[in-house]
C-alpha cells in the first residue's frame, strides 16, 4: 500500500559522485523527516543523514561536507548528493520516511525502502 523506492546507486571511482533518490507513494497524509541510512557487510546500519519537514539537515561526521540532503515535498522525494566518494562509502543504502498515513489512528509510521547499493572502487 505505502512503499518507498531508492534509485541511484552503481559503481563509481574514489573521488566520483552519485546522486540518490528515494519516492515515498502511497496513502501518505505527511511525511516528517526523511533520511538515509548505510549498512556494510558486518556492521551495524547508520544514520548517514536526514532532513525534517521544514529543510533543517544533520549529517554523520564521516560524510558532512561532502554529502548533501535535500527534498521535495510537493513529489515526497528525498534526495543524496555524494561527492568525493571514498571506498569506505560502499554500502547498502536505505530510505527512511517517518509518515502519517491517510486514515491512520496510530500517529507516524517508520517506513524503509528496499536499499540500492553503492560501490566506490578502482
Known amino acids: 500500500q505505502v512503499q518507498l523506492v531508492e534509485s541511484g546507486g552503481g559503481l563509481v571511482q574514489p573521488g566520483g559522485s552519485l546522486r540518490l533518490s528515494c519516492a515515498a507513494s502511497?496513502?501518505?497524509?505527511?511525511?516528517?523527516?526523511m533520511g538515509w541510512y548505510r549498512q556494510a557487510p558486518g556492521k551495524e546500519r547508520e544514520l548517514v543523514a536526514r532532513i525534517a519537514g521544514g529543510g533543517s539537515t544533520n549529517y554523520a561526521d564521516s560524510v558532512r561536507g561532502r554529502f548533501t540532503i535535500s527534498r521535495d515535498n510537493a513529489k515526497n522525494m528525498v534526495f543524496l548528493q555524494m561527492n568525493s566518494l571514498k571506498p569506505e562509502d560502499t554500502a547498502e543504502y536505505y530510505c527512511?520516511?517517518?509518515?502519517?498515513?491517510?486514515?491512520?489512528?496510530?500517529?507516524?509510521?517508520?517506513?524503509w525502502g528496499q536499499g540500492t547499493r553503492v560501490t566506490v572502487s578502482s
Open positions: 527512511n520516511a517517518d509518515a502519517y498515513l491517510k486514515g491512520s489512528t496510530v500517529g507516524y509510521v517508520d517506513l
Open positions: 502511497g496513502n501518505i497524509f505527511s511525511i516528517n523527516y
